[in-house]
Structures are given as structure tokens and as C-alpha cells.
């Protein structure tokens, strides 16, 4: 069972994208919160396997969120967007996040992707 801790603004966006997450039974979204503040604080509390954190393109803000939520949580970050440019990704990547995800995909495509990216950083972490 792949623990997702979900970071998502949009409180309605953030629902959402819980219950398509949960309509796979490989996947649990251990906790889901507004800010990467709130993140930090249960990431104290509890393990995860992967961070999903919605981003918006071409936003400063969204790469300031990646470094700060990286710095208190450790947890292996995979962003979450509409569109990646190359240049936005890669300055995300050099804010902490390991991959990205398309949100427009069908929650089935959505689920095997974060499934595929929290077993391949489970896996890189205990090399």
C-alpha cells in the first residue's frame, strides 16, 4: 500500500483527486492538506511514500512550496500540474521534486503513474 501525503490548495480540487486516488486499493491518501506548512506538521506524525503536491506552471510560488516542503518533510516529492514546460520542470526538479504527473489523466493512468513513481523512490531509498 502506497501512503500519499496530498497537497493541494483547492480544497474542492483536493477532494477530488482523493477519491480517484482511492479508487485504487494499492493507493491511500494518508492525509491531505492546504498548505505545505500543514504538511510539515503531519509528516511529523506519520510515514509516507510519496508527496503529491499540485503546481501551477510557470508560477515562482509553486517552486518556492517544492524547496520548502522538501526541507520539512523529506518525504519523495512528485509534483502535480495541468502542463509542464521544460524550463518549469526543470526548475522544479531543482526545488526537490523527483517527477511530475499530469493531472488530466484518467485515474486509472493517474493511479499507475504514482503507484510506478512511489515504489521506484521506495526502492532507490533502500540502496
Known amino acids: 500500500m502506497v ?12 477532494h477530488s483527486l482523493v477519491r480517484r486516488l482511492e479508487s485504487d486499493n494499492r493507493l ?7 498548505t505545505v506548512a500543514e504538511a510539515g506538521i503531519v509528516a ?3 510515514q ?18 517544492c524547496q520548502e516542503l522538501r526541507k520539512l518533510t523529506g518525504i519523495p516529492l512528485v509534483v502535480l500540474a495541468s502542463f509542464m514546460t ?5 526548475a522544479l526538479r531543482q ?5 511530475y504527473v499530469l493531472k488530466h489523466a484518467d485515474s486509472q493512468l493517474l493511479c499507475n503513474a504514482i503507484f510506478r513513481l512511489a515504489d521506484r523512490y521506495q526502492t532507490a531509498g533502500r540502496s
Open 48 to 65: 509516507f511514500d510519496l508527496a503529491l503536491m499540485n503546481v501551477q506552471s510557470h508560477d515562482n510560488e509553486s517552486i518556492a512550496r
Open 28 to 34: 491511500v491518501v494518508a492525509a491531505d492538506v492546504s
Open 86 to 90: 521544460i524550463e518549469h520542470w526543470r
Open 95 to 99: 526545488a526537490g521534486a523527483l517527477d
Open 44 to 46: 511529523q506524525d506519520a
Open 3 to 14: 501512503r500519499v501525503l496530498l497537497v493541494d490548495a483547492h480544497e474542492e480540487a483536493r
